[in-house]
């Protein structure tokens, strides 16, 4: 059983940036694929960015290609989504989640956070 705690979401102005930690209970260390989620009101759950086991491999969503950066740090059984140049229209809650098999949809990942507001202002 793997429990994701995680923050740093919060108000930000367009243009800003925010940075989003997971945090995995346990010594998950590199077991599970990370990944990053977000679900806006009324709207489904999409597809974030993902990031390897060991890190060496990430993927994006068209949407926030080259102003999010997903990393991890196995030591500290974290995982990071630093987002830039942020926009009106990625408001909407983050959701971390981790599984043993690499996928981009919802139903691929069976351990999930409690969610982050992630707010931005125009």
């Known amino acids: 059983q793997v429990q994701l705690v995680e923050s740093g979401g919060g108000l930000v102005q367009a243009g800003g940036s925010l940075r989003l930690s997971c945090a995995a209970s346990?010594?998950?260390?590199?077991?599970?694929?990370m990944a990053w989620f977000r679900q806006a009101p009324g709207k489904e759950r999409e597809f974030v960015a993902r990031?390897?086991?060991?890190?060496?491999?990430?993927d994006y969503a068209d949407s926030v290609k080259g102003r999010f950066t997903i990393s991890r740090d196995n030591a500290k059984n974290t995982a990071y989504l630093q987002m830039n140049s942020l926009k009106p229209e990625d408001t909407a809650v983050y959701y971390c989640a981790a599984d043993a098999s690499l996928g981009s949809r919802p139903v691929d990942y069976d351990y999930w956070g409690q969610g982050t507001q992630v707010t931005v202002s125009s």
């Open positions: 990031i390897s086991r060991r890190g060496g491999s990430t």
């Open positions: 346990g010594r998950t260390g590199s077991r599970y694929v």
